[in-house]
């Protein structure tokens, strides 16, 4: 039986183009969607389009870093830097914004903004397959679609209002040619301080770069001037459940094994969260 078409996607294909074609516009064809040469991409029974071709990235979440990820934000953890991705992204964007979340995971954050925004749609996009499943039914007004951030975006030039980009790669050529003249980038990155209780007792975690600052505004210079930039620092008590899937959810978990982590001493039961949020106008 064909897949029906979700309303958040039905809403937002004004928005996308055939991967393959680049120009043309798709349109719903039994449980599918399909452009005027053919091209046809299918709709997962979970709700998000299949719109990723050829050799898909090994970037994304596994079912177990997907499942660790929704555990951990569930918890509310990360409340307050998903309350500034929402006010930065509601700022200046119109009541019916249109809003992309590149990499969106889960939808966590992406789901933040749209409460904030109640007359607006967003479209998330990531690889992995297993988040999708969750991103797809994160709000109402979200649709989420399988794409590559690195690749060109399967979206029509200047039809979005605000980009997230929270703890993602960057695409900065592709964000500026989606959003609008008006437009608003918001991305969300670690300082050297975020869960540094963590990364000191585990060895095998992934560090932060130093440069990472210095890159990124290299990376997003030509395209977007930074409007304003948040700190969001706290401490907050961390217990076993939620330091394993802290560890689960990041790129991290690729490093470290479980086992790694069974000694009672070696996990914190607090850790430093401490991240950047910046709104970047375009250029």
Known sequence: MPVSLPPALERSLDLLRCPTCRTRRL????????????????????????????????SGDD?????????FLSTGTYAPIREVVARLAADSAPEQATVVDAGCGTGHYLAGVLDQLPGARGLGLDTSVRALRSAARAHARAAAAAWDVFRPFPLADGVVDVVLDVFAP??????????RPAGRLVV????????????????????IDPAKEQRLHRA????????????????????????????????SARHVRRADLADDDLLPDRVTVSVLATAYQAR
Do not use: K, W
């Not at 299918?42 to 709700?47: E, K, L, S, T, V």
């Not at 079912?63 to 555990?71: I, K, T, V």
């Not at 960057?170 to 959003?179: D, G, K, S």
């Not at 620092?233 to 217990?239: F, G, Q, T």
């Open 188 to 207: 969300v990155r670690p300082t050297g301080r975020h869960l540094a209780e963590l990364r000191g007792r585990v060895p095998a975690m992934v560090t």
């Open 63 to 71: 079912a177990a870093m997907a499942q660790a990820r929704d555990r």
């Open 27 to 58: 349109h719903p064809d039994r449980g599918a969607l399909r452009c005027s040469a053919g091209h046809t991409f299918d709709i997962a029974r979970h709700g998000y389009a299949a719109l990723l071709t050829g050799t898909r990235a090994a």
């Open 170 to 179: 960057r695409n900065p050529a592709e964000f500026r040619r989606v959003l």
């Open 220 to 251: 997003l210079d030509p395209f977007f001037g930074a409007a304003v930039t948040e700190q969001v620092e706290y401490v907050m008590p961390l217990a076993e459940r939620e330091a394993l899937d802290l560890v689960g959810m990041t790129p």
